[in-house]
């Protein structure tokens, strides 16, 4: 949940050395739409690449059309044999006709998406990172800078008690206790504890919202260990992350569902969960 946009020399580079281990290259442009920096995005479709089979693209209308219930999607393969495969499956998963006909007036009118959709879009993404990477940094938690997506990769490692994954846990269920549902680094196989991620996608009242009960919850926890003026002296941005899987990472990814299940049981627990989406409001 990184944000990044590789450069197209990046790109190229890895397809060489797919093409000479002859590896399949699985490339998921789901927020190249969702960019709020002015930085040149290269699709892997638009490269001349060495191994043309060995390429598969996929890309959804979730993110950039904000249409999460649609659930549609794209998979651009030259590979025969994954074809046929996938047309045995779409049998189990076809899209509804009437989805399929919104979908496609939708794409057709190519103006209104480039003059106004895109435009609007990327502006209030735009103004919206700034107003939550602000907001963060005023409570000394920076994050990783990123240039696309509707999230911040931030880091709250200061506020752990100790650098564990149970201390990252703690603190999580401690923000949602506060109304906030912020999900932890855990869930994305991160294995370095205490880094979160932050949804941004949303209309200023409502950010500005989470930032003041974020403030409130972190004061509570740490006031009896951690002095809230010493967390401030940090850099606004980070530049780098480490991301890995484990199995630890995977037992503790499937534990967070069953007990945020619980939590939302409990009467006395009260989740505040915002339907972002990038382009309302």
């Not at 999580?172 to 932890?184: A, D, F, R, S």
Request: proline share 4%; hydrophobic share 40%; charged share 25%.
């Amino acid at each position: 949940p990184l944000g990044d946009i590789y450069p197209e020399q990046l790109l190229k580079d890895c397809l060489d050395f797919a093409h000479r281990h002859k590896l399949h290259v699985i490339m998921d442009e789901i927020y190249m739409l969702s960019r709020f920096e002015d930085i040149n995005f290269t699709s892997i479709l638009s490269l001349n690449a060495p191994d043309p089979e060995r390429i598969h693209f996929m890309w959804g209308f979730s993110k950039d059309f904000a249409m999460c219930g649609i659930r549609v999607a794209v998979l651009h393969t030259r590979n025969k044999e994954i074809r046929s495969a996938l047309n045995r499956l779409a049998s189990f998963h076809r899209c509804p006709g009437p989805i399929q006909c919104i979908l496609r007036q939708l794409i057709a009118d190519r103006e209104w998406i480039n003059k106004t959709y895109l435009p609007t879009i990327q502006r209030r993404l735009r103004e919206a990172h700034r107003i939550i990477v602000d907001g963060l940094a005023a409570l000394g938690i920076p994050v990783l800078q990123n240039s696309a997506g509707l999230y911040v990769w931030a880091d709250f490692r200061k506020f752990l008690k100790t650098q564990t994954t149970e201390a990252e846990i703690d603190l999580w269920w401690k923000l949602i206790h506060g109304k906030l549902y912020i999900n932890p680094g855990i869930a994305f196989g991160c294995c370095e504890p205490g880094w979160f991620r932050l949804v941004f996608s949303d209309v200023a009242d409502r950010i500005n919202l989470g930032i003041q009960r974020l403030k409130v919850t972190l004061q509570a926890y740490v006031s009896e260990t951690i002095p809230m003026d010493d967390l401030k002296e940090v850099p606004s941005s980070l530049v780098s992350a480490k991301m890995c899987s484990d199995d630890d990472s995977s037992e503790w990814g499937e534990d967070l569902l069953q007990r945020t299940s619980e939590a939302l049981t409990q009467k006395n627990t009260i989740v505040n969960v915002t339907a972002f989406t990038s382009a309302t409001g």
